[in-house]
């Protein structure tokens, strides 16, 4: 079965720092594409940053840039996510995600995010 | 950014109902548009992607397709279980964003 498991959510005072991690299984984790996407009531889901299956080409939403590094380790099949200078404005459910790795009938990839975690909590708060 | 406008908002519909969710993108996207279904307290569910292939396991009461910037999920002979909370999101540039979500209300 294929699965995502999230950790690593918590309490952090405003201008901390937080490691999330994803623990992947039953896909060939260093093939696909990873996420994080969050979501908060107020603002709906918002893509946070995704990697490639190597781990050499990641890219960040403008709101994360400079604060957030996303990294993977394909032996140990884990996606992380290091938030520093966190502010309230990243108070969310942080959720991992595998890309589809689909391809149209022209060869041109359209990505999509077909498992998800169950999330982890992230509240920024004093 | 591309903007993905979504609507309406909300709606509510009575069982075996057919329905219709709109998203319209700031600018073309071609067929980088995937639909994902949102229930309380769970993650979110692919349910279409680029644009009108279902995803495996979707039941064929869901459908999408294309006009021009403009994208429509079709939900036929609505069941008490289609409800949810339905999101666009718009992969055409590899800063991806989603619309606000459609809350469908089961009546």
């Known amino acids: 079965e294929v699965k995502l498991l999230e950790s690593g959510g918590g309490l952090i005072q405003p201008g901390g720092s937080l490691r999330l991690s994803c623990a992947a299984s039953?896909?060939?984790?260093?093939?696909?594409?990873m996420s994080w996407v969050r979501q908060t009531p107020g603002k709906g889901l918002e893509w946070v940053s995704s990697i490639s299956g190597s781990g050499d080409i990641p890219h960040y939403a403008d709101s994360v840039k400079g604060r957030f590094t996303i990294s993977r380790d394909n032996s140990e099949k884990t996606l992380s996510l290091q938030m520093n200078s966190l502010s309230a404005e990243d108070t969310a459910i942080y959720y991992c995600a595998k890309d589809l790795n689909y391809f149209d009938s022209s060869g041109y990839p359209h990505d999509a995010f077909d498992i998800w975690g169950q999330g982890t909590m992230v509240t920024v708060s004093s | 950014d591309i903007q993905m406008t979504q609507s309406p908002s909300s709606l509510s519909a009575s069982v075996g109902d057919r329905v219709t969710i709109t998203c319209r993108a700031s600018?073309?996207?071609?067929?980088?548009l995937n639909w994902y279904q949102q229930k309380v307290g769970k993650a979110p569910n692919l349910l279409i992607y680029?644009?009108?292939t279902l995803q495996t396991g979707v039941p064929s009461r869901f459908g999408g397709s294309r006009s021009g910037t403009d994208f429509i999920l079709t939900i036929s002979n609505l069941q008490p279980e289609d409800s949810a909370t339905y999101f666009c999101?718009?992969?055409?540039?590899?800063?991806?964003?989603f619309g606000h979500g459609t809350k469908l209300e089961i009546k």
């Open positions: 999101q718009q992969t055409y540039s590899s800063l991806y964003t």
């Open positions: 039953g896909f060939t984790f260093s093939t696909y594409v």
């Open positions: 680029a644009a009108s």
């Open positions: 600018q073309s996207i071609g067929s980088y």
